[in-house]
C-alpha cells in the first residue's frame, strides 16, 4: 500500500559516504509545502544542524523541476502543485556516533533526524519507507537491523517499512551491514541484539544476561502497551563509548573488549560497563522515552528545549542502570557498592558542585554540559552523576523516614502510571510533588538542597542509617576511579590533569584552588620540567610522590613559545576519593534496612 508520505533511503555511494534520500508527498500544501529537517536529537541535547550535511536538494512534480526557497539554516519551502511532490536529497553521512550517521564501503547506520525530512503540518501522517541496498559492488551480506515496523520486508532484510507518525519514524535508527544477531524473549516480547564490527562474544550468556536485566526493569515499571518488540543496536570498535535511547531501541558503542568471551563465566569490569550500558538505555524506554518532561511533549526538533528536569531522566536512570545489575543478581553487592563509590568519587573530585545545581545543569546542558571547556571541572557537575546520587539519597530517606513503606521504586511506579501510561508531560516540579505525595511528608527542604543547591548531599548519614560505611582518602593517581581501597595514594596535590599529545605533554584542566592555579599553570601549557626533571602524563604521578606538603618546587612550562619557569607549593592532597563498605558493628535497625535496600 502507498502512504501520504513515502521515503526510499539508500547507500547511493558508500565510498563517498553518501546516502539518496527520496521523499514524496502525495498531497502537498497547496499553497506550497514546507520542509525542515531536526537541529538536534532526543536524547542529546546539542544542536547539531543535520542539514549541514545535505550536499544537494532538488524537487520535482508531474516530471517537471518545482523551484524551493531555503528559508533557513534547516527549512526549505516549495513552490505551489497540484500533483504529488517528489524531493531527493544527497546526505554526507560520517559521523560514526550514535547521533549521526555513517556510511562506508563495510556498513550504513543513519538515525531518522539526519535523513528524514520532515513534512511540515503532516507531520501526524502515517510514512513508508523502502531502505535499498548500496549499488551492487558493495553490500554483500549485508543485513538490516530496525525497530521500525516492517511492511513488506522480510526480516533483518532490505524492502518496505512504516511509522504511524513523523516522530516514530525518526526514532528507528537502522544499521546495516554484515551483523551478528541474536534473539530472546523478555515477558513475552521479542528482544533481539544486533552486533556490527569483528567480534567473537559468548552470544548465548550475552543474550542471557541481557534479558535478565531487561525482565528486572520490566518487573519493575510493567509493560508498556505499545512495546511489542526491542532491539539493541551494538556497535564494537576497537574504542569509544556511547549510549542513545529510543521507545523500541537503543544504538549503543562500546569496545569489543567489553563482550563477554567464551569461556569466561566471572563479570569482568569491562564486561560490568557494558551490562550498565545496556540496563541505563533500557530503562530509559519508560524513563524519558515514554515518561517525559513536559518540554518534550512534542519535541520541538528546530531550537533548544529546555528543563530543568534531566536529572529525573538521567540521574535516575543512572542510579536504576546498576542497582538493576545487582537486583538481577549479575553483580554482588560489594561489586555494586565499588560502583557506587565510583560515582560519589566523580561528584566528589568536581569543584563545580560547589558552583552549579544539578538543576541548573539540566537546564543549561545545551551550552554548558555538552560543550564543555577546560574549566569544565571547576563550573559544572554532571546531572549524571550527582542525579544518580540524589536518586540513592532519595531512595535512603523514602525508605528510612516510612519504615520501608515508601521506596523510590514506588516513586517511579506512579511517575509511569501519570506520566507514562497517559502520555501526559510530567512539569518542572511534578517529580518533587509525586514524592512529597506518596511519602506524606515534605521533601522540601530536602530538593531545594539537592536539586537547587550546590551543598554536600547527607548520603554519609543516609548510607550509615543503612548499614553502610564510606571512606574517604586521597587518590592513588590518574587511573584510580575510586570505589575500593588503595595503597600508595598520594601524600600532595598537584591540581593539573595532564594528557601526552605525541611527544609534550599538556595540561587539560586545572583545579581552582590548587597549587597548580596558584602557581600559574594554565590549560593549554606544555609541562616540561618538575625540579629541573622532565615529566610526562605517564610519570607526574610518580615524580609528586617524591614531595611533602609545602616542599617547593620550580616548573617549567612552554606557553605557546615561551619557556615560563613557575614556582610551585605543594599542598595536601584531597580527600575526593571514595569507597564504601558494609559496616562491621551496625546495630539491628540498620541492618534491617540495608537488608530491604538489598533485597538479601
Ligand atoms: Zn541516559
Not at 523541476?65 to 516549495?78: E, G
Not at 521506596?407 to 512529597?436: I, K, P, S, Y
Not at 506524606?440 to 547527607?458: C, I, K, M, Y
Request: glycine share 8%.
Amino acid at each position: 500500500m502507498s502512504y501520504p508520505v513515502e521515503y526510499r533511503i539508500r547507500p547511493a555511494n558508500p565510498a563517498a559516504h553518501l546516502l539518496e534520500v527520496t521523499l514524496t508527498v502525495a498531497q502537498p500544501d497547496p499553497a506550497g509545502q514546507q520542509f525542515a529537517l531536526p537541529t538536534w536529537i532526543p536524547g542529546s541535547y546539542l544542536i547539531r544542524d543535520y542539514a549541514r550535511n545535505i550536499i544537494s536538494i532538488r524537487a520535482e512534480s508531474d516530471g517537471l523541476a518545482v523551484a524551493l526557497d531555503k528559508l533557513d539554516k534547516s527549512r526549505w519551502q516549495a513552490a505551489a502543485v497540484e500533483k504529488p511532490l517528489t524531493v531527493t536529497i544527497e546526505v554526507f553521512a560520517f559521523d560514526q556516533s550514535v547521533r549521526g550517521a555513517h556510511v562506508d564501503t563495510s556498513h550504513a547506520y543513519f538515525n531518522g533526524p539526519c535523513v528524514f525530512l520532515e513534512v511540515v503540518g503532516q507531520e501526524d501522517r502515517r510514512c513508508g519507507v523502502r531502505i535499498e541496498p548500496p549499488p551492487k559492488a558493495f553490500g554483500k551480506g549485508w543485513r538490516v537491523a530496525t525497530s521500525m515496523e516492517p511492511d513488506g520486508a522480510p526480516i533483518y532484510g532490505f524492502g518496505k517499512y512504516r511509522a504511524e507518525n513523523y516522530a516514530e519514524l525518526i526514532d528507528h535508527p537502522v544499521e546495516i551491514g554484515e551483523l551478528s544477531i541474536g534473539e530472546f524473549t523478555v515477558r513475552g516480547v521479542p528482544h533481539a541484539i544486533a552486533i556490527r564490527g569483528r567480534q567473537a562474544a559468548d552470544m548465548p550468556r550475552f543474550c542471557h544476561d541481557i534479558e535478565t536485566i531487561c525482565a528486572t526493569h520490566m518487573d519493575l515499571l510493567g509493560l508498556p502497551a505499545d512495546l511489542d518488540r526491542y532491539l539493541f543496536l551494538l556497535h564494537t570498535p576497537g574504542d569509544g563509548y556511547g549510549g542513545l535511547e529510543h521507545a523500541w531501541s537503543s544504538s549503543l558503542v562500546i569496545p569489543r573488549d567489553n563482550l563477554p568471551r567464551r569461556g569466561q563465566d566471572e563479570v569482568s569490569d569491562d564486561y560490568r560497563t557494558l551490562l550498565g550500558l545496556i540496563s541505563h538505555e533500557y530503562f530509559h524506554l519508560w524513563n524519558v522515552k515514554r515518561i517525559r518532561p513536559a518540554a518534550f511533549r512534542p519535541y520541538d526538533l528546530s531550537a533548544e528545549s529546555h528543563t530543568g528536569l534531566l536529572w529525573v531522566f538521567e540521574g535516575i536512570t543512572s542510579y536504576y542502570d546498576d542497582l538493576a545489575l545487582l537486583r538481577s543478581g549479575l553483580i554482588d553487592v560489594d561489586s555494586y557498592l565499588e560502583l557506587l563509590g565510583r560515582v560519589m568519587t566523580r561528584v566528589q573530585r568536581g569543584a563545580g558542585r560547589l558552583r552549579q545545581s544539578v538543576e541548573e545543569s539540566s537546564f543549561d546542558a545545551w551550552t554548558k554540559f555538552y560543550k564543555q571547556d577546560a574549566n569544565a571541572e571547576n563550573a559544572i557537575v554532571s546531572y549524571y552523576a550527582k542525579g544518580a546520587l540524589i536518586a540513592l539519597s532519595l531512595d535512603l530517606k523514602l525508605r528510612d523516614e516510612t519504615d520501608g513503606r515508601v521506596t523510590l521504586d514506588h516513586v517511579m511506579q506512579e511517575c509511569w502510571r501519570r506520566f507514562g501510561e497517559t502520555g501526559v508531560g510530567m512539569q518542572e516540579r511534578e517529580f518533587e510533588a509525586v514524592c512529597n505525595e506518596l511519602a506524606g511528608f515534605s521533601l522540601q527542604d530536602f530538593f531545594d538542597a539537592a536539586v537547587r543547591g550546590t551543598g554536600e548531599l547527607p548520603l554519609d548519614h543516609l548510607l550509615e542509617r543503612h548499614a553502610i560505611d564510606v571512606h574517604y582518602r586521597t587518590s592513588a593517581g590518574t587511573r584510580d576511579k575510586g570505589g575500593k581501597p588503595a595503597r600508595d595514594t598520594a601524600q600532595v596535590w598537584f591540581g593539573a590533569s595532564i594528557a601526552n599529545r605525541g611527544n609534550r605533554a599538556v595540561v587539560t584542566a586545572v583545579s581552582n584552588g590548587s597549587p597548580a592555579e596558584l602557581a600559574g599553570i594554565s590549560p593549554g601549557d606544555e609541562l616540561v620540567a618538575l625540579d629541573g626533571l622532565r615529566v610526562s602524563a605517564n610519570s607526574l604521578d610518580t615524580a609528586v610522590r617524591r614531595y611533602r606538603v609545602n616542599d617547593k618546587v620550580g616548573v617549567a612550562v612552554f606557553r605557546g613559545d615561551e619557556l615560563l619557569s613557575l614556582d610551585l607549593k605543594f599542598a595536601a592532597a584531597p580527600q575526593n576519593t571514595v569507597h564504601l563498605a558494609l559496616a562491621a558493628d551496625a546495630s539491628d535497625d540498620a541492618l534491617a534496612r540495608r537488608q530491604r535496600l538489598f533485597g538479601k
